[in-house]
């Protein structure tokens, strides 16, 4: 379904302004060119359902966030990144995962040029839990997979009981 499809206005016009010689008109000029721009941004939400050309997707970085009762683990997938792109902090029981991926390629060859930049960057702040020791946390980056794992407190884990379930 296109975003043209919910719009109820203006539909039917354009084809009837065609089909009339209507098209002169500066305000359907302007409605189509407009229909046009809503197309062509929200077609760009379909394109990215995941990560295009190599960036990070519309959505952010795919992340993934397990708690186990001696630890809280952070993944994040950022790939074609490198260690120094990646910033990681953490404040006030949250987690602050930051990064910039900067592409160039220049491609010169008989008859022509070739320029390309592109930049992508993402900024994901993760509520923790409270009991985290933020002292003991730990970052690592390997095969494009952040993780980021943050222990807890020895009070926090000592608050962990487990509750038997019993058959009814």
Do not use: C, H
Not at 37 to 51: I, K, M, Y
């Amino acid at each position: 379904m296109q975003i043209s499809d919910l719009i109820p206005w203006g539909r039917d016009r354009n084809d009837v302004a065609r089909q009339q010689g209507d098209s002169d008109n500066p305000l359907l000029s302007l409605q189509r060119d407009i229909n046009r721009v809503f197309d062509d941004f929200w077609s760009r939400f379909d394109r990215s359902a995941g990560a295009s050309n190599g960036l990070v997707s519309v959505t952010g970085p795919r992340t993934d966030v397990t708690e186990t009762d001696e630890a809280v683990d952070v993944s994040v997938e950022l790939p074609g990144m490198d260690e120094k792109d990646i910033d990681v902090s953490l404040s006030d029981d949250v987690l602050t995962i930051r990064g910039e991926k900067k592409a160039e390629r220049e491609e010169k060859k008989k008859g022509y040029y070739l320029a390309e930049r592109s930049y992508g960057s993402f900024y994901r702040s993760i509520p923790l839990p409270p009991g985290v020791d933020s002292e003991k946390a730990e970052a690592q980056f390997k095969k494009g997979v952040l993780t980021v794992t943050l222990p807890k407190t020895p009070e926090a884990q000592a608050k962990v009981r487990k509750i038997e379930v019993k058959a009814s």
